[in-house]
């Protein structure tokens, strides 16, 4: 398919996803208020302060979890890497049950201090703790040299985790079902602020991983090739960890866990526009929104009036297409 | 002119190139031979710049060390065993990769580098798939679309490591017909074969044995040498192509 059609379809799917995101609720909008809403920024509340922040912060994870999924698949060679590979959602999960355990061991004026004074226990806890899984991750691995040992020691340190997470959860009881809804992944509590420090990640992000696609095509020939042709490895490999890793940690410090989006957007991608990463980082990005706002409308309408939680929703609609590639793949041998 | 002087490497235990003196000039194609293990794979990487070594490498009398990492991969360029086949990319794109030590991270394709790749294309024949999908191809036609890729970067001195391996018969003669065809082009040409008698258009043979140079010379004065490195198990026979050495499994 020619690349042109496949951007239009994108910025279809986006602009449909803005203007459905904003009309569907447990309030309906009407049309004219949607676009009304839209246009006169601060005249509409349930526009302006509810609904749009919740559609932006939607679309900013699905693009943070399509940009570092194109990345990481690159990165690893592997159509079947994922943005969680290294450890980034045990880690922030874990982040997140100390954020939320040692709050309710707080006593509740020093809870209520810290949050209003930083506005960012739980996302800031589960923040750092994404990062340090994949500091863990990449030390253990010796560096970012060898790729195989980088997704084994994520695994591990993704597991060890997992089961600290498991843990806390138990020995702070009272706090077992917030770290659980956590996990789950939520775009329910994104507001203003939450857009603001995810636009940030993205805009530190993108415009390196972007900068770099031609290395991520290199790497593609084989290591040793994109050595021949000039390019220093070691340091490339490791600044793209950085950055695909700083989105994936704003992306589930915010949001929770949200599965599938950063495996299923850039593998759909691929095979739609081929796969020179110059194309698809930019283009998961794009696809990733568009895909987090729909999923996000199914969890909001499918039990109305209650809500499911978004990674529910990602997870069964990806998980059937993560059989349908194994299977591709298989029978491509 | 490209030259290793007692070039030694490996770990001190276990040293893979022991010692090795090596010249390879523009418009000469060099072939190493030699068993499995002998160390002709490390002997390229090593003469990449790829792999730590001690001894003397020096490109146009300059040491390799001194070039940055750009300006190796505008001279040399390499072509490795096996090229894994990236996903969906289309032919064109994988040739004009090639171009990247001229662009460097953040250059732009310009006019040159159009040409080059036109002309990388249209060397080894692949202009007619410009526009496919790599994995569409046969195994023979994506080698071709590597060693374009190589070419790509216009270099000076072409490695290419086995580069007949699973190709059919036609295909393997078209590839070395294109090796003889970029040495009498000026580019200096090293390849490391398994089949001794794919050396037969190669100018000068170097034969390695545990990391040694065990013999040097021409096709046809290292042939003896060459079927004694497999102890028994080869044997030099004629053929209306002249000699050659084939693998013997004949009791007595």
């Known amino acids: 398919m020619p ?20 009309a569907v609720g447990s309030v309906p909008l009407p049309w004219p208020a949607v676009v009304g809403g839209l246009l006169h920024p601060g005249r509409d ?57 040692l709050e309710g061991r707080l006593s509740p004026a020093y809870a209520e201090w810290i949050r209003v004074g930083s506005g960012l226990t739980v996302p800031f806890f589960a923040f750092l703790g994404a990062l340090f899984a994949v500091f863990l991750a990449v030390v253990l691995a010796g560096g970012v040299g060898r790729t195989r040992e980088l997704i084994l020691s994520g695994v591990v340190v993704g597991s060890v985790l997992t089961g600290l997470t498991t843990y806390l959860m138990l020995a702070g009881a009272d706090r077992v079902r917030a770290v659980f809804a956590y996990t789950l992944g939520n775009l329910a509590f994104l507001g203003w602020p939450e857009v603001g420090r995810l636009a940030l990640y993205l805009a530190l992000a993108l415009p390196v991983l972007v900068g770099l696609a031609r290395v991520l095509n290199a790497m593609q020939l084989g290591e040793t090739v994109a050595r021949t042709m000039g390019l220093p490895l070691e340091a490339l490999k490791l600044v793209l960890v950085v950055a695909a890793t700083l989105v994936t940690a704003g992306a589930v410090a915010e949001a929770g866990i949200i599965g599938f989006v950063g495996l299923v957007v850039p593998h759909a991608l691929r095979r739609l526009g081929g796969g020179d990463y110059r194309f698809l980082i930019p283009a998961s990005g794009l696809g990733g929104a568009g895909l987090l706002v729909f999923a996000d409308l199914v969890a909001r309408v499918l039990v109305r009036p209650a809500e499911l939680p978004v990674g529910v929703v990602t997870t069964l609609l990806g998980g059937p297409f993560f059989l349908y590639l194994l299977w591709r793949m298989r029978a491509r041998g | 002119m490209l030259e290793a002087k007692r070039l030694t490497v490996g770990y001190r235990r276990r040293p893979v190139i022991v010692g090795l003196d090596f010249v390879l000039r523009p418009g000469e194609w060099v072939a190493l031979l030699g068993p499995n293990g002998s160390g002709k794979t490390t002997l390229l990487l090593a003469l990449l710049g790829l792999l730590p070594s001690s001894g003397e490498v020096r490109l146009s009398g300059r040491p390799l060390a001194e070039l940055s990492s750009w300006e190796r991969g505008r001279r040399i360029a390499f072509l490795p065993q096996e090229t894994p086949t990236p996903e969906a990319m289309r032919v064109r794109e994988v040739v004009a990769l090639g171009r990247l030590p001229y662009q460097g991270l953040l250059g732009r394709e310009g006019p040159e580098d159009r040409e080059a790749v036109a002309w990388a294309m249209a060397v080894t024949g692949v202009e007619p798939f410009a526009d496919r999908a790599l994995d ?59 089949d001794p008698n794919h050396a037969r258009g190669a100018d000068r043979v170097v034969v390695l044995e545990a990391g040694r140079k065990r013999a040097e ?36």
């Open chain 1, 3 to 22: 690349r042109a059609w496949v951007w239009a379809g994108l910025f279809g799917l986006l602009l449909a996803a803005l203007l459905l995101g904003v």
């Open chain 1, 45 to 101: 509340p349930i526009v302006f302060d509810l609904r749009l922040p919740r559609v932006l912060g939607a679309m900013l994870v699905g693009a943070a979890l399509g940009v570092s999924g194109a990345a990481y698949q690159g990165l690893f060679k592997n159509p079947l890497a994922d943005p969680y590979l290294m450890g980034t959602a045990a880690g922030a999960a874990f982040g997140a049950a100390v954020g939320l355990v």
């Open chain 2, 136 to 194: 569409a191809l046969s195994g023979g036609e994506r080698q071709r679309v590597f060693l374009a890729r190589a070419l790509a970067a216009r270099p000076r001195y072409l490695f290419l490591d086995e580069p007949t391996n699973h190709l059919d018969l036609a295909h393997q003669a078209r590839l070395l017909r294109l090796l003889a065809e970029l040495r009498d082009r000026g580019l200096g040409v090293l390849t490391v074969l398994h």
């Open chain 2, 217 to 252: 010379g021409g096709y046809r004065e290292v042939l003896p040498e060459v079927a004694r490195l497999y102890r028994g198990w080869a044997r030099v026979a004629g053929s209306e192509l002249g000699p050659v050495v084939l693998p013997v499994w004949e009791e007595g």
